[in-house]
């Protein structure tokens, strides 16, 4: 049968449609490299100096959070403080409260993952209990994350996994980009091994996104992961609590613009990722890369400013 | 007691009787078959006390026995004969024996599978068996979703959702790695291209299931139809044993057929009315199925109209639960006397069981029509069913041969897995599910030359981790199960999409001017943008529908078979087709009420098609006795068309046909080809019966009454040459010297 293969034009992104094939087949089978690691040392200033929330402070915000008890809604923790009552701990002789109040001590007592597993269950995603969680991390243990993909679908390829982490008081950023089709599959490697000296995760957008992302195309290659024992705090969800009103739409390039003051230099949009991506395929021309991998660094720059705005605005005790 | 015999007789002396009757047909009761020699474990015996059954049915007993062997079944009962209980039973047993295994219950309706579950629920109630089961389609919640894969004992889902959701495969890994029971109940609707698009699915199930080590069972029931057997085998790609005699009673049904044209004054649609109303007002309940929505709500408004102390409703497909047993509760009682329906109802649903039905035009293959037949008769008790063709050679053939109908094991479920559009989409999803170690990504097909094919478009890539894909869209995206591939039209509403269509599929049915016809309603489509690839829709009520006349060309490609016969020779192979559109009719209870120009630049496509090549002395023969060969070619082409999906199910409109009395070699040629880029296997199906297609199409000619032709016999609707030159006496001549 002849076969009408106009039909496959369309598992190709418009983008892509010319000249793919040939140009392609030329160059792939000389790549000896399959994946580009780039390090950024970037000077936060005075950022960097910003500790994370201290466990005295969880702890005291504990204690006065009411809503950790079961049949609790904001309402009647307002009327607790009416009736003068301040703390967990002043109704650790009430008889109705009593038990909650012991059980949520030894929760406490327990430690993280206990407190984590009542926080889900108490609170939505954005409570700023949920965040302040990070006094549990030192910074070292937090891994900025967030990466660029052919397509918002996990069925295909990631192009560029982008990491931050402080380490001597420095923030460093690793950029690991796939340069062909094996090369994917060495990124992820790569980045399981940068996971192994982290505890948590700081992303925007990375619960619904980049973590399942990474976690598919792992599962893709079998390639084993334990990516859901890492806490991952997503930023959105505080951001949207944090700045309800402020502005309409949560992309990182408006949180810049109106709430970090900011400004991005010659900075690509998330959507012509794929177009400068493409570009190199077809030409092998490193060059095509670089507006990608600046892309990364500045959306992983901003979740690292964002989560100190964060802090700045919600631990001021 | 009411007597069916009576009823009939005293319909005569009606005065909307005038002979329409053609025969009845008295079709003898059956008794119930029991097996009384399968055990069953404490807990399945309190399930069975708690629905009220003592015993099984031989043909409940035979799966169930080989299903506990580690068989793959195929169960073809009719319907209402008791298949749910077998999956529940397989799946209780398993529950019963292994803690953990899983069991995945596929349904081509929605409105099934919520029936179904509560089944599975009640099982649970009466077993006294633990398990979770639940529905995981498009309007499940994701943390519903979420609990359900993780928690679920059985699922229940559509073969769409399964598309999407095969990618996600690490988040099924217990599910998967567990499933035992794969269940496919109303499989025969997974036939045609959806049916092809489905037996890729669960190809790409069953490559993640192998990953997983996982080797579930399958069970699967169906229609009555030839072919079971070979269907069940190529959608799933797994031997199986078919179990096809039922056990199961039924009372003594009349087949009452009713020629309409006996009465022309009045239209088909009219007459349903007629009769629904006698029926009814002699306290028979009765419901009637038509063809549209539009129809369904003239016949109640015209019997609501001419009857006010008689409750005549209509029903529609989307109803909520709700409103079903709201409905099934007054039928109960007897409040409603008569329902028109689409065959919205046809599908598994339960509203109970009723005196007579009304079966207004055909409703497109056998198993439909006993779907819709298997309404009628309550416990044991005689029941009716009126059939009334509507004018068309097919239709009308079947009252003159019933014995068709009556042999339900005439038809043959059809799905393509060489359809190239087709398999290479679903070969994309598939190696983007799990990356590909073997060229051969499905085991019991060769994919290596569309691999290749891919791997040169850029799709595909051998890197050292197996063949994984690098396009740029998500191919779930992109394949439809509902389409062939190939370009497509988006119907829309205001922008809305309603439902997205093959190429070929708009050039007939959604041309401007037509009036496309979607789950019973009708809209008018306003224009046809080819190169937008936009059908432009308006939802609209009318009474009269459209053909589009069209012209065509046929050239061979390649001859894959041939045999010779008698006095010519049968090939398959595939064609190149170029179809003309000139214009459309727009009819109106047969009649043509206005006829439109279209332009629209001619429409080409590659498929598969059967044809026979005459020996050149028929013509001569032909010509000596004073016949028309021309036309005598024309009306046997017409002719063998119009009876071709009785033996492979489809659409009409599937198949094209094209006869040349001299073509390119200088004989006579006659083409079937199947109407799709890439072909969906009618061909093929109707080579292998060519000769008992001949022999009815014979029948079908010489029985019908007219003189040199009609609509019932070697007429085609869609005829571009407007039925010219046409010899009706002259086929019937060329097909007997031909046997
Ligand atoms: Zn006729
Ligand atoms: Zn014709």
């Not at chain 1, 609170?123 to 070292?140: G, I, N, P, T, V």
């Not at chain 2, 309409?260 to 419901?287: C, M, W």
Request: aromatic letters at 12%.
């Amino acid at each position: 049968m002849d076969f009408d293969s106009d039909f496959l034009k369309k598992f190709h992104n418009p983008e892509n449609k010319k000249n793919h094939t040939e140009q392609n087949k030329k160059n792939i089978d000389t790549d000896k490299n399959k994946m580009l690691i780039n390090e950024f040392n970037i000077d936060l200033g005075e950022h960097l100096l910003h500790p994370l929330p201290d466990k005295d402070y969880f702890i005291s915000c504990y204690k006065k959070c009411f809503e950790l008890i079961y049949g609790v809604r904001e309402k009647k923790a307002k009327k607790f403080n009416e009736q003068n009552i301040k703390s967990l701990e002043d109704l650790s002789n009430d008889i109705k409260y009593s038990g909650f109040v012991k059980n949520l001590f030894k929760i406490l007592d327990d430690g993280f993952h206990e407190i984590k597993k009542i926080f889900g269950r108490r609170f939505s995603s954005s409570h700023k209990m949920a965040f302040l969680l990070l006094s549990f991390f030192k910074k070292e243990d937090l891994l900025f994350l967030d990466i660029e993909t052919m397509t918002l679908f996990p069925e295909t390829q990631i192009i560029t996994i982008g990491c931050g982490f402080f380490q001597n008081n420095n923030f460093k950023t690793i950029h690991l980009t796939a340069l062909n089709e094996e090369g994917e599959y060495e990124i992820l490697n790569e980045f399981k091994k940068l996971l192994e000296t982290k505890k948590a995760f700081v992303t925007f957008n990375g619960k619904s996104f980049d973590v399942p992302f990474i976690d598919m195309r792992m599962s893709y290659y079998n390639i084993e992961n334990n990516l859901n024992i890492y806490h991952n705090f997503d930023l959105l969800f505080f951001t949207k609590k944090a700045f309800k009103g402020l502005q309409k739409s949560f992309t990182l390039k408006e949180i810049d613009k109106n709430i970090l003051k900011k400004y991005r230099k010659n900075d690509i949009s998330g959507d012509d990722v794929f177009y400068y991506y493409n570009k190199y395929k077809i030409t092998k021309n490193m060059n095509f890369l670089k507006p990608i991998i600046n892309h990364n660094k500045e959306d992983i720059l901003s979740i690292a400013l964002l989560l100190h705005k964060l802090i700045s605005v919600w631990c001021k005790n | 007691m009411k007597n069916i015999e009576t009823l009939l007789n005293k319909l005569k002396k009606e005065n909307f009787y005038k002979n329409q009757i053609k025969e009845i047909i008295k079709i003898p009761d059956k008794k119930p078959e029991f097996d009384t020699n399968i055990n069953f474990s404490k807990n399945t015996l309190k399930y069975l006390k708690g629905l009220k059954i003592e015993n099984l049915y031989i043909h409940q007993a035979e799966a169930i026995k080989y299903i506990r062997d580690g068989k793959n079944t195929v169960i073809t009962t009719p319907t209402a004969s008791g298949k749910t209980l077998i999956f529940n039973i397989a799946i209780l047993e398993e529950l019963e024996k292994n803690f953990g295994v899983k069991g995945l219950f596929i349904y081509p309706a929605k409105a099934l599978a919520n029936d179904q579950l509560n089944g599975l629920n009640q099982m649970k109630k009466l077993s006294g068996i633990e398990f979770t089961a639940g529905i995981y389609d498009g309007d499940t919640p994701s943390d519903k979703k979420k609990y359900l894969r993780e928690n679920a004992d059985i699922i229940l889902t559509n073969p769409y959702e399964l598309h999407q959701i095969l990618s996600y495969h690490s988040k099924w890994k217990k599910f998967f790695k567990n499933l035992k029971y794969v269940v496919l109940d109303e499989a025969h609707r997974y036939r045609g291209i959806f049916g092809s698009n489905v037996a890729f699915v669960l190809r790409r199930l069953k490559r993640i299931l192998k990953y997983y080590n996982s080797n579930p069972l399958f069970i699967l029931s169906t229609a009555s139809l030839a072919n079971p057997l070979e269907f069940a085998e190529k959608l799933t790609g797994e031997k199986f044993i078919c179990v096809e005699n039922s056990g199961s009673p039924s009372g003594i049904k009349y087949l009452c057929l009713w020629d309409a044209s006996q009465l022309p004054e009045k239209s088909v649609h009219t007459q349903t009315k007629d009769i629904l109303l006698y029926t009814t007002k002699n306290s028979f309940q009765t419901l009637a199925f038509t063809t549209s929505r539009r129809l369904a709500e003239l016949i109640r408004m015209w019997a609501n109209k001419e009857e006010k102390n008689i409750e005549i409703l209509s029903y529609r497909a989307g109803y909520e639960p709700s409103i079903r047993r709201e409905i099934e509760k007054k039928l109960k009682e007897g409040i409603i006397k008569g329902l028109v329906s689409t065959n919205a109802l046809e599908l598994g649903i339960d509203i109970g069981q009723l005196d007579v039905i009304i079966i207004s035009g055909y409703p497109g293959t056998i198993s439909s029509f006993w779907q819709q037949a298997g309404r009628a008769g309550r416990k044991m008790q005689p029941s009716l069913i009126f059939f009334l063709p509507y004018e068309d050679a097919m239709q009308k053939y079947l009252i003159k041969n019933p014995e068709i109908l009556l042999n339900k094991k005439f038809e043959n479920a059809i799905i393509s897995l060489e359809n190239k559009n087709i398999l290479s989409g679903h070969l994309l999803c598939s190696i983007s599910e799990l990356p590909a170690i073997d060229k051969n990504i499905f085991s019991d097909i060769d994919t290596s030359e569309i691999l290749n094919i891919v791997i040169d478009k850029g799709l595909v890539k051998k890197t050292s981790h197996g063949f994984i894909y690098t396009g740029s869209e998500r191919p779930q995206n992109i394949v439809s199960l509902d389409n062939a591939g190939g370009k497509n039209i988006k119907i829309k509403i205001d922008g809305k999409l309603l439902e997205e269509i093959s190429i070929t599929r708009a050039y007939r049915e959604a041309h401007s001017g037509s009036i496309y016809l979607y789950n019973g309603e009708t809209y008018f489509i306003k224009e046809l943008d080819l190169n937008e690839g936009i059908a432009h829709a308006e939802k609209k009520d009318v009474d009269y529908f459209t053909e589009p006349l069209k012209n065509e060309e046929v050239k061979i490609t390649n001859i894959i078979k041939s045999k010779k016969f008698k006095s010519f020779e049968l090939f398959f192979g595939n064609v190149s087709v170029t179809e003309y559109y000139k214009g459309f009719k727009a009819k109106k209870y047969g009649e043509v009420i206005f006829y439109e120009d279209l332009q629209m630049p001619p429409l080409h496509f590659n498929t598969q098609s059967v044809w026979v090549k005459l020996d050149d002395e028929i013509k001569e023969n032909i010509e000596k006795l004073k016949l028309d060969f021309d036309g005598a070619l024309h009306a046997a082409e017409h002719a063998l068309i119009a009876l071709s999906p009785l033996f492979a199910m489809c659409d009409p409109n599937d198949l094209g046909g094209l006869s040349y009395p001299v073509y390119e070699d200088g004989s006579p040629f006659i083409f079937l080809y199947d109407a799709y880029e890439g072909g969906i296997g009618l061909s093929e199906k109707l080579y292998d019966i060519f000769y008992n297609l001949l022999s009815e199409t014979i029948e079908m000619v010489k029985k019908c009454e007219c003189e040199s032709g009609c609509p019932s016999c070697v007429y085609a609707h869609n005829c571009g040459n407007n039925n010219n030159p046409i010899d009706k006496a002259g086929a019937v001549v060329l097909m007997e010297k031909m046997k």
